[in-house]
């Protein structure tokens, strides 16, 4: 058995998460500069009573928005990281908390080794069906292809459990 940590699969699972939390918090700052320049106003009192309140309502929509999306990236993302994925005999096994899917490898197409770091990124390809979707709530599946997680050093340990006698493919790194 092999055990692949998923949190090193982040960047290239829930990249576009990460975007666009980058992007909220871009929003959100550049809301608070804007509503320090609003709020100074400079005009009538009835006016910068309104800039005043759209200046809060701004930062509130802002900070608001971006909270939402880190409460969402904390429910749904961070317990699929949390989790391992294990390359055994009988299958790869999908675990989180008392939670547990397992792919058989008759249903896994190709298991693919790409470098990354000290180690190697895994990713897998279904013949049949589609990854799961909802082991640990996590937004990963439901596709034909997933990324599993990172192993430190070479692939060996996986190639040796991966099963070309069922005809799956093994892609070795820079194949």
Request: glycine share 12%; net charge positive.
């Amino acid at each position: 058995m092999v055990t692949l940590r998923r949190d090193r699969a982040l960047l290239r699972t829930h990249g576009f998460v990460l975007a666009l939390i980058t992007i909220l918090v871009g929003i959100a700052v550049f809301g608070i500069a804007s509503a320090a320049v609003f709020a100074d106003g400079g005009g009538p009192a009835w006016m910068d009573l309104g800039l005043r309140t759209l200046a809060w309502l701004w930062i509130a929509l802002t900070v608001g928005s971006l909270l939402a999306a880190a409460a969402a990236f904390a429910l749904f993302v961070l317990p699929w990281l949390s989790g391992r994925t294990e390359i055994t005999d009988h299958g790869i096994v999908l675990r989180w908390r008392d939670r547990s899917q397992t792919l058989p490898w008759i249903d896994v197409e190709e298991l693919r080794a790409v470098p990354a770091g000290r180690g190697h990124l895994y990713a897998v390809r279904m013949a049949v069906g589609t990854t799961p979707r909802r082991v640990g709530r996590g937004w990963v599946g439901g596709t034909r292809e997933a990324y599993l997680g990172w192993h430190d050093g070479d692939d060996r340990a996986v190639a040796a459990l991966a099963r070309p006698s069922l005809g799956i493919k093994y892609r070795a790194p820079g194949r």
